[in-house]
């Protein structure tokens, strides 16, 4: 039974109540007279909306409630039975009540045994709450009350869910896609976004699903009938297109899965009033459900205005309920949910695939290989081994400008488009570095013989440029104008500088030279005040800018590395000894060794995405759990012996005992990261594999997709350039012989030709004409090896020879380059063409989350 309420609680009686209901009213008051209501805090308001409405009411009928003796010596004797015996006394006092009477005794139990903060706390209090819950909570919150819902989606809270994930939002990406809301009007950009979708994919049928109890994890799906469709498709301005209300799979806001169907079908059935979608329709009590329990349901949420249909937002706004209409803003309910469903696309691997050049336009693409690309939501440029730089719309896939000044290949670059930056840089084998203006393709400075041998990477920042070259040298250069005393100048360089009448330092000076490898420096990262390299000598290692000194070196691979990244806490490398691996970046301490290449790893991206939700304390103390159960099952003997441990492959970062390669490392095995972390790597295998946290493993990585670029490119058709035309018009024809062919077999001999041809077999295509008209063709001569430009520890990249007396090679796909962000993968390789996958998947709304989000890094 219910405790006693306290005095100030209010009570409810009909008006003209029965000896019954007396009876009750008294059992539960612990006075013979009732307390004067006390007045409301004066803070100052006399909104009596302040009161919930079922306070209301109780206080309005405790004025018409009279002590009677007889009911209170009624009261005394019944409260001195046994608690069981004053249950069974209470039901039978309330079946013998009226209808009328029983909903205000179940009204008065709900208000006695269910308290709904949200009527009493105030707003600021309620997100606070709210703020510690996961986004799942949030939803299963909002179903609780019209109120409750309201606060379970405030702007704040979603905002902060977001930024829990580790995800980044591009300002300027974000404030043009506002303006063009205020510009052009918001239900025309909504309609843009919720309109059918590319037109290669058919619009869903709007049909009205079947009625049934809502899974809480369904708040968000788009359902309704086709007249409140409508509706809402007038209401957005664009009642003449169909628009795409119905997703083939489940979206549950969207990615977002309860932890299972029983326990989402549990919740849907703990609430007694009937349903249709989750959406309450009566207030009535589904009797069938519980006869014997009618007396104790779960409605509540009525006594503070019950939810109709009406109330419930199926889809989160584009954008925020203001009425501002000159200041839109985007949601962040609608935000998140398209952020979920963009990465559940990368889980389920559904993506579209793209190249570069346009299929429809080739005679925009590079001649020869690509080795070198950066690309942003907005565009990519490639360097390649015809001497040109190429700048591509990623909006369009079409080429807007090309580049002309290097002398030989382009072998690296970066970019970075904002207005007040506006630059590339690249490097390339004829030791150059070239300053070009993004935006005009203009060339700022060309510094020529930069190193002594090619330029094999380069980074900036908003301070430095690095370089890193075969001749085995780093060198700095300043990204503006510094004062000759500039903190920013290295120590060991000072004196060189130190004239106070010479002036400014001009712009993309060179400040000073690191030496320290024995091999050929492959690939650099600056961070802060830190230079990691990468070698072809085995080793990683970290400079510090300002003294020019070694100051950490990372050991593990068995032979070259070709690529590195590094992000502050962790160092990521891969190598020729075909495998990644990741680093404690001030331990030094290898974590992870991911293996599935079967060649070189030429380039890897990692995006481990906690850096803004976990501190280095938090990683170190889930590094200190790790060794900890190494050092129990070491005590309990159940840790192999080192023979059978040394004997084992790396591990791919478990955290299991048996599994742990190092001890003391301030991150804990696998390097961390958030759920969403992503390593992508590219091999001279030809394939580009996608590397996620293993759900089932805490800490390894697995190899979640595997992608192929010669399977992407061989599914296009090849298209002869206007160049190549231009050079096989110009080749001597050999002459027929004066036997004439019948015309099938003329046909059919020009089929084979050209096909060959178009597979780019010369020497096959010979082969065949040969066979085919009798002609003697002598053997193709050995082909010439090509320029050494690529990475010195590896093998070299098979390069197509030109000329017409050399016949070219079958087409390789080595992966040389690639990058990948919150949307898209994008890979060059040997071939000239450069590749892509998409897992915005034609979704216009998860494409522009896509360029709303800055994750490019």
């Known amino acids: ?54 306070d209301m009411t109780y206080a309005a009928m405790d004025e018409t409630a009279v002590a009677d003796p007889t009911v209170e010596e009624m009261l005394q004797l019944a409260l001195r039975l046994p608690e ?48 510690y819950l996961s986004p799942q909570d949030l939803l299963t919150a909002s179903a609780v009350s019209r109120s409750w819902r309201q606060r379970a989606f ?74 409140e469709s409508a509706a809402a498709l007038h209401l957005d301005g664009v009642a003449d297109v169909v628009p795409e209300m119905v997703e083939q799979e489940v979206e549950e806001m969207e990615g977002l899965e309860t932890n299972s169907h029983a326990e989402a079908d549990a919740t849907a059935q703990s609430c007694d009033p009937l349903t249709e979608n989750g959406i309450v329709l009566s207030n009535a009590v589904n009797r069938d459900h519980d006869p014997d329990h009618t007396y104790d349901s779960h409605i509540y949420s009525h006594i503070n205005h019950p939810p109709t249909p009406a ?82 719309s990623l909006k369009q896939n079409r080429l807007t400008k090309i580049l002309r000044g290097h002398k030989a290949s382009v072998l690296c670059l970066q970019f970075d488009e904002r207005p007040e930056e506006d630059i590339i840089v690249s490097g390339g084998s004829d030791s150059s570095v070239i300053i070009w203006k ?57 004196e060189d500088f130190a004239d106070p009448k010479a002036g400014l330092l001009d712009p993309f000076t060179h400040l000073s030279t690191i030496r320290g490898h024995g091999a050929a420096v492959n690939a650099v990262q600056i961070h802060d005040y830190t230079i990691v390299s990468a070698s072809g000598d085995r080793t990683v290692q970290a400079w510090d800018i300002l003294s020019g000194k070694n100051v950490k070196n990372y050991h593990g691979h068995t032979k070259g590395i070709a690529c590195v990244q590094f992000d502050g806490r962790r160092v990521v490398s891969g190598s020729s000894d075909n495998t990644v691996r990741i680093f ?11 293996q599935g290449h079967s060649k070189l790893v030429r380039t890897v991206q990692a995006r481990f995405g906690d850096l803004n939700i976990t501190t280095d304390a938090e990683l170190e103390a889930e590094a200190r759990r790790a060794d900890n159960g190494y050092h129990r099952a070491n005590a309990s003997g159940q840790l192999p012996t080192p023979q059978r441990r040394s004997a084992t492959p790396r591990s791919a970062g478990s955290n299991r005992p048996e599994d742990l390669q190092t001890l003391g490392a301030k991150i804990p095995p696998g390097g961390g990261g958030s759920q969403w972390a992503k390593i992508v790597s590219g091999s001279y295998d030809e394939t580009v594999i996608v590397w996620r946290r293993d759900k089932h493993e805490a800490g390894a990585w697995v190899a979640r997709v595997k992608l192929q670029q010669n399977l992407l490119l061989r599914q296009q058709p090849r298209r002869t350039r206007p160049d190549a035309q231009q050079q096989q018009q110009q080749q001597p024809v050999a002459a027929p012989q004066v036997q004439q062919q019948p015309q099938f077999q003329a046909q059919t001999q020009a089929q084979a030709v050209q096909a060959a041809q178009q597979a780019g077999h010369a020497a096959v295509a010979n082969m065949v004409n040969a066979a085919l008209t009798g002609q003697n063709v002598p053997p193709p001569a050995a082909p010439q090896p090509p320029a050494q430009h690529a ?36 890979c060059c390789s040997q071939n000239a063409t450069i590749v892509g996958w998409d897992f915005a998947n034609g979704e216009r709304e998860l494409e522009w989350v896509g360029e709303w989000c800055a994750e490019t890094a």
């Not at 539960?28 to 006399?46: A, V």
């Not at 009493?120 to 309620?126: A, R, S, V």
């Not at 009007?185 to 058919?202: F, H, V």
């Not at 869903?204 to 809502?214: G, P, T």
């Open 1 to 54: 039974m219910a405790s006693p309420p306290p005095l100030d609680a209010p009570i409810v009686s009909p008006s003209q109540p029965s000896h019954a209901h007396r009876a009750f009213i008294m059992r539960n008051t612990t006075t013979t007279t009732l307390p004067t209501i006390q007045p409301l805090d004066e803070g100052y308001s006399e909104e009596t909306r302040s009161q919930s409405d079922s």
């Open 84 to 131: 069981e015996k004053r249950k069974q006394l209470t039901m039978s006092i309330v079946r013998s009540l009226s209808n009328d009477n029983k909903e205000h005794v179940r009204l008065l139990i709900d208000h006695l045994t269910h308290f709904d903060p949200a009527s009493y706390l105030p707003t600021e209090i309620m997100l606070q709450t709210f703020s």
């Open 154 to 227: 405030d702007e704040r809270l979603w905002q902060l869910c977001f930024a829990r994930e580790g995800w980044v939002v591009d300002p300027r990406a974000v404030e043009r896609f506002e303006s063009a809301a205020q510009k052009y009007g918001q239900a025309r950009i909504e309609g843009g976004l919720t309109t059918e979708r590319r037109r290669d994919k058919q619009p869903m049928a709007l049909e009205r699903r079947e009625s049934r109890k809502r899974r809480r994890g369904e708040a968000f799906h788009e359902s309704g009938s086709e007249s």
């Open 311 to 392: 109330d419930f937002k199926l889809r989160p706004p584009v954008f925020q309920s203001t009425s501002n209409l000159s200041s839109l803003k985007l949601s962040w309910p609608y935000i998140y949910k398209q952020r979920r469903r963009l990465e559940a696309n990368w889980d389920k691997q559904r993506y579209k695939t793209f190249q570069l050049p346009h299929p429809d336009h080739p005679e925009e693409g590079h001649t020869e290989c690509v080795y070198t690309i950066q690309h942003t939501a907005r565009h990519l440029v490639s360097g390649s081994r015809d001497k040109t730089i190429r700048i591509w």
């Open 438 to 494: 993004f935006s005009t393709g203009e060339m700022i400075k060309h510094i020529e013989n930069a190193h002594a041998e090619p330029i094999l990477n380069l980074r900036f920042d908003d301070r430095y440029i690095v370089t890193c070259s075969k001749d085995k040298s780093i060198k700095i250069w300043s990204r503006h104008a510094l004062a000759r005393d500039s903190e920013l100048i290295p120590t060991a360089s000072l």
């Open 584 to 594: 404690d970046a001030d331990k030094q301490a290898e974590v992870a060794c991911l």
């Open 791 to 826: 990475l010195p520890m590896g093998p070299n990249p098979t390069v197509i020879p030109q000329g017409n007396d050399t016949p070219a090679r079958p087409e390789s796909h080595r992966i040389f380059k690639l990058q990948f962000d919150a949307r898209r993968i994008i």
